[in-house]
């Protein structure tokens, strides 16, 4: 099984657990002349059948991840480690964003009507360079993330 169809199973195995959760949650109580709407019993055994499927392959997806390298800017690292990178890099582009819209004149406190501070906004960063920093991430980003996909199609499930 290639590792994305793994992360596909993953997905359907979640669908299925919660659903058997809410066919569990619904059959606790009926009334007296109404049978349950499902048998608890075999929903909680198909439920804990599920459970130890969707561990065993999230199990093995962790496995997997951890041994297979990938080359990410002439570097080895691992799928994990990519995975890693891009939220780090997703993390850092929100704060690029932050930093290329800094305010550059006196903000007006709405909440409280007050008057705008008069005092003089000093910028401590280059917004035009953070907005650069901030592409090259989204670019990065891109790069990092085609690569990830590109690899789950490409690698076989450690069993």
């Not at 049978?35 to 130890?52: G, H, I, N, Q, S």
């Not at 690292?77 to 891009?86: C, G, T, V």
Request: charged share 35%; proline share 4%.
């Amino acid at each position: 099984m290639k590792l994305a169809e793994a992360l596909i199973r993953v997905k359907e195995l979640k669908t299925r657990i919660n659903d058997l959760n809410r066919q569990i949650l619904s059959s606790y109580w009926s009334y007296e002349d109404e049978p349950p709407m499902y048998e608890v019993t075999e929903l909680r055994k198909e439920r804990a059948d599920r459970m130890l499927d969707l561990r065993t392959l999230k199990k093995q997806i962790a496995l997997t991840n951890l041994s297979v390298l990938v080359d990410f800017k002439d570097q080895p690292i691992s799928i994990q480690e990519l995975i890693w990178l891009i939220s780090d890099m997703k993390g850092a582009v929100g704060l690029q964003t932050q930093l290329a819209t800094a305010p550059t004149k006196p903000v007006r406190n709405r909440y409280l009507q007050e008057e705008p501070d008069e005092r003089k906004i000093l910028v401590y960063v280059n917004c035009k360079d953070e907005d650069q920093k901030r592409q090259e991430l989204q670019k990065d980003i891109s790069d990092a993330d085609a690569l990830l996909q590109k690899t789950n199609w490409e690698v076989e499930l450690n069993e």
